[in-house]
């Protein structure tokens, strides 16, 4: 079991910056995928970037490469999501989640891929 726990999520303007954190508070994900999805009001969640095991393979939505990085310290347990120039449709909660399968080359981008959970952390981005 691996519990999950998000930061890093405020109100910010358009053009801002802000970077995510995932760690966890049971368990360990230094040895599991982690991906970031998100879910506006009114809308169903969707992918936004993964990161496998050693951080060597990493997946973004299309929409948002060149904005988004995701990174991650396995010494310290924790993923990060760097966000750059957010607007104002970035505004959504954001869940980390974990994957079931321990493995290097595991990088899911569906959500059927995730077993393991954050509460989220919301982002508000306004114009």
């Known amino acids: 079991q691996v519990l999950l726990g998000e930061s890093g999520g405020g109100l910010v303007q358009t053009g801002d910056s802000l970077r995510l954190s995932c760690a966890p508070s049971g368990g360990a994900i230094s040895r599991r995928a982690v991906g970031w999805f998100r879910q506006a009001a009114g809308k169903e969640r969707e992918f936004v970037a993964a990161?496998?095991?050693?951080?060597?393979?990493?997946k973004y939505a299309d929409s948002l490469k060149g904005r988004f990085t995701i990174s991650r310290d396995n010494a310290k347990n924790s993923v990060f999501l760097q966000m750059n120039s957010l607007k104002p449709e970035d505004t959504a909660v954001y869940y980390c989640?974990?994957?079931?399968?321990?493995?290097?080359?595991?990088?899911?981008?569906?959500?059927?891929?995730?077993?393991?959970w954050g509460q989220g952390t919301q982002v508000t981005v306004s114009s």
């Open positions: 990161i496998s095991w050693w951080g060597t393979i990493t």
């Open positions: 989640a974990a994957s079931p399968i321990i493995g290097p080359a595991v990088v899911p981008a569906t959500e059927e891929g995730y077993d393991f």
